[in-house]
């Protein structure tokens, strides 16, 4: 059963509008979640996050809203840039005991074109 | 700061051929974690570590074991390998907070 789920395998935007990337979660324990970036042949780098106590971080052209009672986040790039193309990674978490585990969503490959 | 460093790039192995991963962060955390990525399967927790001396199954444990070797260090070994393992493994590590970072990825190849 997934407990992260990013139901759109791909998204194609023009440069300068806004991309929408959307997640679902399941699981009612998950108190923080994040986004991930990922160029081909790189890992996994770190884009924003936002805990549960919140509804909307912002950093930059970043912005992720958090719905916790329909248990869906998204992510929203304004504006994007050809550079944004990437694979984007949704990951959520919970506290157990002194560790975090992030639980990851499949990914939204986001293409920006010129 | 290199950040977390892991070794080799790629491999690739004959069914049955053992290897490690290695990985090191030189950030000072605590807790180290191994993942694998598949196509379509996003990023699956093999095994991490919360604390040096200490190591907990993940999501998808099975036909792998770690060792911590110390603060710096977590190792990934495949005993017996098989073509089911061909991924990428990539190691991640964080401090008392969920953000991990990772490192580039070890592209293993199963044959």
Not at chain 1, 3 to 29: F, H, W
Not at chain 2, 4 to 13: H, M, S
Not at chain 2, 25 to 34: A, F, G, I, K, L
Not at chain 2, 56 to 83: C, H, I, M, Q
């Amino acid at each position: 059963d997934q407990q992260v789920k990013q139901n759109s395998p791909s998204l194609s935007v023009q440069e300068g509008r806004i991309s929408i990337l959307n997640c679902d979660y399941t699981n009612s324990m998950f108190d923080y979640f994040l986004w991930y970036k990922k160029y081909p042949a790189e890992g996994p780098t770190f884009l924003i996050s936002i805990s549960s106590i919140k509804d909307k971080n912002e950093d930059g052209r970043f912005t992720v809203f958090l719905n916790k009672s329909a248990k869906h986040l998204s992510l929203h790039i304004v504006p994007s840039q050809p550079g944004d193309s990437a694979v984007y990674f949704c990951a959520a978490s919970a506290l157990q005991g002194s560790n975090y585990k992030l639980t990851f969503g499949k990914g939204t490959l986001l293409t920006v074109n010129p | 700061n290199a950040g977390v460093t892991q070794t080799p790039k790629f491999q690739v192995l004959k069914t049955g051929q053992s290897m490690t991963l290695q990985c090191a962060q030189d950030m000072n955390h605590n807790s180290m974690y191994w993942y694998r990525q598949d196509p379509g399967m996003g990023l699956r927790l093999i095994y991490y570590s919360a604390s040096e001396g200490t190591t907990d199954k993940g999501e998808v444990p099975n036909g792998y074991n770690v060792s911590r070797l110390n603060k710096r260090e977590f190792s990934l070994r495949l005993e017996s390998a098989a073509p089911s393992q061909t991924s990428v493994y990539f190691c991640a590590s964080s401090t008392d907070s969920p953000e991990a970072f990772f490192g580039q990825g070890t592209r293993l190849t199963v044959v």
